[in-house]
């Protein structure tokens, strides 16, 4: 059964300090038509204040799912954007708040979308935003760019709703259906291990210092999003690598064969 957008798009809070915030995040998706509020390791919850925060949509409190990690509360997802208050590091693909909805709505219809928030006080970790496939950033005043986080949910909700409403009004959106899925989240997380164990048996990542070229294969990896055949096909791949590095007895060397030792 084809999914609407309010059924498979959902709203990651992670690690929230303050109550009030998650009560004001369930009001602005319930106000947008949007249902799901997923909780990764909140700081005060069940609250009285996220309660009154919420008013009328404390019934999305209620249907909250709480998680431990931001990995479980995207484990099924296809398609995971990061909201992110400033520039990173290692730039990533990026969505306008626009583009971000068009393109939550459109893929709803395929797998469920994830939409993550981070802390109050330091947003998301890299670790965290190296989980998505994109970023996006609410294009606000450069001097002080940070909103609130119950704020920054309500852009992003209405961004989805315009986008829902459009395509309901018979807009120009649609996903290029593809004759696979994408793969999903906890599957592209199994690939990076698989991934990281095989170049560290072949000598080509340093055990010791191993994070940026994961980041930055993980970037690659985000941008290109491999169907669910794909991924199969690469860690297929990757055993067969493993295979042939322990057939011939040991590890391998940077830019070399496999060699003993
Ligand atoms: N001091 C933190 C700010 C966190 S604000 C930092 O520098 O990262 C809390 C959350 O609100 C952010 O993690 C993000 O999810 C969201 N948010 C706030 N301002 C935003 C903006 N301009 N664009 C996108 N998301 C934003």
Redesign the pocket.
């Given at each position: 059964m084809v999914k609407s957008a309010p059924d498979s798009i959902r709203f990651v809070l992670?690690n929230s300090a303050h109550p009030g915030n998650i009560g004001g995040a369930a009001r602005a998706l319930k106000n947008m038509g949007l249902k799901q509020l997923y909780l990764v390791a909140p700081r005060e919850f069940p609250a009285a204040n996220a309660i009154w925060r919420a008013a009328g949509a404390a019934d999305l409190l209620d249907t909250a799912v709480v998680v431990e990690t931001l990995e479980e509360a995207v484990a099924d997802c296809g398609l995971v954007v990061?909201?992110?208050?400033?520039e990173r590091r290692i730039p990533w693909p990026m969505l306008t708040?626009r583009e971000c909805g068009a393109r939550a709505v459109a893929e709803a219809v395929v797998h469920p979308v994830a939409v993550?928030?981070?802390?109050?006080?330091?947003?998301?970790t890299n670790e965290e935003l190296q989980l998505c496939n994109f970023h996006?950033?609410?294009?606000?005043n450069p001097d002080y760019?940070?909103?609130?986080?119950a704020?920054?949910?309500q852009?992003?909700a209405y961004e989805v709703r315009m986008a829902a409403l459009e395509k309901e009004q018979g807009g120009q959106l649609s996903y290029a259906e593809w004759d696979r899925p994408p793969a999903k989240s906890s599957d592209m997380e199994l690939y990076f291990d698989h991934l990281q164990r095989a170049l560290t048996e072949l000598g080509f990542i340093d055990p010791d210092n191993p994070r940026q070229t994961m980041a930055r294969l993980r970037r690659l990896f985000s941008r290109v999003r491999p169907d669910d055949m794909e991924l199969g096909i690469l860690r297929g791949m990757l055993t067969a690598i493993q295979n042939h590095i322990h057939r011939s007895g040991g590890r391998g060397r940077p830019g070399g064969d496999a060699v003993d030792g």
């Open positions: 992670v990061a909201t992110s208050a400033r708040p993550v928030f981070g802390r109050e006080d330091r947003g998301l996006v950033h609410i294009p606000s760019s940070s909103l609130n986080l704020a920054a949910v852009v992003l």
